[in-house]
């Protein structure tokens, strides 16, 4: 027994299409199952963040700042460090006037 197919090239254009629709819906329902499982955490996998909100003054920098929050005994560039990562920043520009999260001076 053969399975026969239509060689014309209607009939090969709406075969290739059901086929890219096909992999867009694996696609989309493989992303759907699959991607939030990505992001997922354990509970018990993340520590809690206490953070205050700080306004950046007029001719303040991030060492400054950091410089301010930092305990005795400690490395300011840790705290450097921690200030960029609750603030998503990729480097150490700051505004007057800018809000950031800081980590709560101990």
């Known amino acids: 027994m053969s399975i026969y197919a239509p060689q014309n090239p209607v009939a090969r254009a709406r075969r290739a299409r059901t086929g ?3 992999a867009l819906v694996l ?3 493989a992303a759907a199952v699959v991607g ?3 992001f997922a ?3 018990g996998d993340v520590a809690p963040v ?3 909100t ?3 003054g007029s001719g303040e920098t991030l060492w400054g ?3 301010s929050r930092t305990e005795p005994g400690e490395d300011v560039r840790d705290t450097v460090v921690e200030i960029q990562q609750l603030n998503a920043m990729s480097g150490s520009d700051l505004r007057a006037g800018d809000q950031i999260y800081v ?3 101990g």
């Open 27 to 29: 696609a989309v329902l």
């Open 50 to 52: 206490v953070a205050d």
């Open 41 to 43: 955490t354990e509970a």
């Open 20 to 22: 890219r629709v096909l």
């Open 36 to 38: 939030p499982q990505a």
């Open 65 to 67: 700042i950091a410089v």
């Open 103 to 105: 980590p709560v001076a």
């Open 54 to 56: 700080y306004t950046v």
